[in-house]
């Protein structure tokens, strides 16, 4: 199966009046979409509408293309408790479509010795999209034991399955690695290397040993992932309060910086001073696992409306949660509302007043918006509405409505 998951069933859907923005395109005003047979079709104002085609009135709210999650844990299986290859995962479909997702990327859950059981499965049995990062570890993220055993990090192994998942696999992992040497990086990079895939660094323990800055001046190639770049470790500004021109210059090289929220990896006080300075993540992500998504991240919503309060524009946020994303992973098709694509689209409300968002320390700030997912669209496939926009008045239901064949309307006793 491929990494469209569990392709849901189509419906042709005129979404109208809705603000468009698809920052691919460089679609930003109030215009209609045309959805047909799964497939974005045309994009304009004042879309005439085909025979079997359901309308979507979509004035007031905004209009995106399916957002994209590229650092979620997703091995969701019994059995193992307190691991991310276990009971700390989620299934995809339970979170992706509710915060207007509909690709997330695994990141590096599984490695090269379970990769298999993990696509089994979850994988093939989402209706999400789903695609994954290979742990250099070969039993992955199981728990610190796994994580920190060099001889199970096996490049060759691991570029080997990632050929064999090559539809799904597009980057390799580490995570969480403990030690004062450069083993888990260096052999990550040569299975990235072997397999010609970016890798993400996840970078663990922070020791004097292996200092950050060289992770991102020396180490990393072009394309190449920093994850968790606002996590209280990161050396984001100097006793000045400006951003260390060394991250300008690793971005200059191509390396890519995630933010990757999770349950304790985000902190106003590194992501305000780069947001205001400019130095915006290359992506929007999650972390999302169970100690996440009932603390302080929640979802991906609340996540973009937190770099929305820190003052990235609404442009920006979007880009960065959909086709900027896409990118990064290897799929620029996705992501964009580009005619012939995938019919992956999300429908916003934008809250206004006071929002309070709180960080992973416990730091809070006041946003002015937040956004509030309407309805999500999968493939053509209305799979998430919030308010009701694919409903009619009840009264209009038929009487026979909700029963199933060869039922009968039995009336109660006199």
């Not at 209009?63 to 590229?70: A, R, Y």
């Not at 309060?241 to 349950?263: M, W």
Request: charged content about 20%; glycine content about 12%; some cysteine.
């Amino acid at each position: 199966m491929s990494s469209a998951g569990i392709r849901p069933d189509p419906e042709n859907l005129l979404i109208r009046g809705g603000h468009l923005l698809d920052p691919a395109n460089g679609v930003d005003g109030v215009m209609d979409l045309l959805l047909l047979n799964g497939r974005v079709n045309a994009v304009g104002k004042g879309l005439s509408c085909p025979a079997k085609t359901k309308v979507i009135n979509a004035e007031g709210l905004l209009v995106t293309p399916g957002l994209v999650d590229i650092h979620a844990h997703l091995f969701a299986t019994g059995g193992n408790p307190e691991a991310w290859a276990g009971e700390y995962s989620v299934y995809p479909d339970n979170f992706s479509f509710r915060s207007g997702v509909t690709t997330m990327v695994d990141a590096g859950s599984a490695g090269w010795r379970n990769f298999d059981f993990f696509r089994t499965t979850v994988i093939e049995r989402a209706k999400t999209r789903v695609f994954s990062m290979l742990n250099i570890s070969g039993y992955g993220m199981l728990g610190s034991a796994a994580e920190q055993y060099v001889p199970d990090m096996n490049p060759a192994k691991a570029a080997m399955a990632a050929e064999k998942h090559s539809d799904i696999v597009v980057a390799v992992k580490t995570a969480h690695y403990e030690g004062r040497d450069w083993i888990s990086v260096d052999r990550t990079l040569e299975a990235g290397d072997i397999s010609a895939l970016p890798v993400m660094v996840d970078f663990g323990r922070f020791v004097e040993e292996r200092p950050w800055w060289r992770l991102i001046t020396e180490k990393l190639r072009s394309r190449d992932i920093c994850t968790h770049c606002f996590r209280a470790t990161v050396p984001i500004t100097d006793e000045n309060g400006i951003v260390y021109p060394c991250l300008r210059r690793a971005r200059e090289r191509g390396i890519l910086f995630d933010l990757g929220h999770g349950k304790g990896s985000f902190l106003f006080r590194n992501a305000a001073p780069a947001i205001q300075q400019g130095f915006y993540p290359d992506s929007i992500s999650t972390d999302l696992h169970v100690l996440s998504m009932n603390g302080a991240m929640m979802d991906m919503a609340t996540t973009i409306s937190k770099c929305m309060a820190l003052g990235m524009p609404l442009h920006d946020a979007i880009s960065r949660s959909t086709h900027r994303p896409a990118v990064m992973i290897g799929h620029p098709e996705l992501g964009t509302l580009s005619i012939g694509s995938d019919a992956d689209v999300s429908l916003w409300k934008i809250r206004k007043g006071k929002f309070g968002f709180k960080d992973t320390v416990g730091g809070r700030i006041i946003g002015e918006e937040r956004l509030e997912c309407e309805m999500t669209v999968r493939g053509g496939e209305i799979v998430w509405d919030f308010g009701g926009l694919d409903a009619v008045d009840y009264g209009e239901i038929p009487g026979d409505a909700g029963m199933m064949p060869g039922e009968v309307l039995i009336a109660p006793p006199r």
